[in-house]
T-cell receptor
Framework: GENVEQHPSTLSVQEGDSAVIKCTYSDSASNYFPWYKQELGKRPQLIID?????GEKKDQRIAVTLNKTAKHFSLHITETQPEDSAVYFC???????????FGRGTSLIVHP | EAEVAQSPRYKITEKSQAVAFWCDPISGHATLYWYRQILGQGPELLVQFQDESVVDDSQLPKDRFSAERLKGVDSTLKIQPAELGDSAMYLC????????????FGPGTRLLVL
């Protein structure tokens, strides 16, 4: 089955700094890569996603990059704000099965 | 904005008892997922439905867990008997169909087994 590694497990930054979270995967047939934000006690919410035919996608302060050859993708958050503090999960969906595998999560702490 | 509904939000039970969780996906969503999320970890897929059919339940502990989606709309996840290690958040998610992978999560049911 798919193996997803997410790093770092904890990331602490100062407000205004950038944050980068990286995920690697094992199945070269994977074709969909969403990122979810989960605030304490709340449901995971999709913040950005990318498909395998695209190398980069940006939405305001959030961007995702995908390197299919190396089988890794990264979440980039610029100009971080305290409200960005949450746990971020990457996920990988294999083409055909639509079965998602999640990373273990990164706890992002943005200090004011 | 339509949302996935789950109930109950919290459940405390004693080990060896039976528990059941309910999920109502976003109207029109054909694909429904049940996940278990242990504190500090990512969601782990238990079972995936496409309409009323099970697509994948390879990670579902079938000796004690069961899931059904009889009419292809709402779904029930049951645990019988519950064990201490089942304490976790149980999340339901739905997506519009098998080709639309964006999932929308419900608020979850937090289970505590004593």
């Amino acid at each position: 089955g798919e193996n997803v590694e997410q790093h770092p497990s904890t990331l602490s930054v100062q407000e205004g700094d950038s944050a980068v979270i990286k995920c690697t995967y094992s199945d070269s047939a994977s074709n969909y890569f969403p990122w979810y934000k989960q605030e304490l006690g709340k449901r995971p919410q999709l913040i950005i996603d990318i498909r395998s035919n695209v190398g980069e996608k940006k939405d305001q302060r959030i961007a995702v990059t995908l390197n299919k050859t190396a089988k890794h993708f990264s979440l980039h958050i610029t100009e971080t704000q305290p409200e960005d503090s949450a746990v971020y999960f990457c996920a990988v969906v294999s083409g055909g099965s639509y079965i998602p595998t999640f990373g273990r999560g990164t706890s992002l702490i943005v200090h004011p | 904005e339509a949302e996935v509904a789950q109930s109950p939000r919290y459940k405390i039970t004693e080990k060896s008892q039976a528990v059941a969780f309910w999920c109502d996906p976003i109207s029109g969503h054909a694909t429904l997922y049940w996940y278990r999320q242990i504190l500090g970890q990512g969601p782990e897929l238990l079972v995936q439905f496409q309409d009323e059919s099970v697509v994948d339940d390879s990670q579902l502990p079938k000796d004690r867990f069961s899931a059904e989606r009889l009419k292809g709309v709402d779904s029930t996840l049951k645990i019988q008997p519950a064990e201490l290690g089942d304490s976790a958040m149980y999340l339901c998610a739905s997506s519009s169909d098998g080709t639309e992978e964006t999932q929308y999560f419900g608020p979850g049911t937090r289970l505590l087994v004593l």
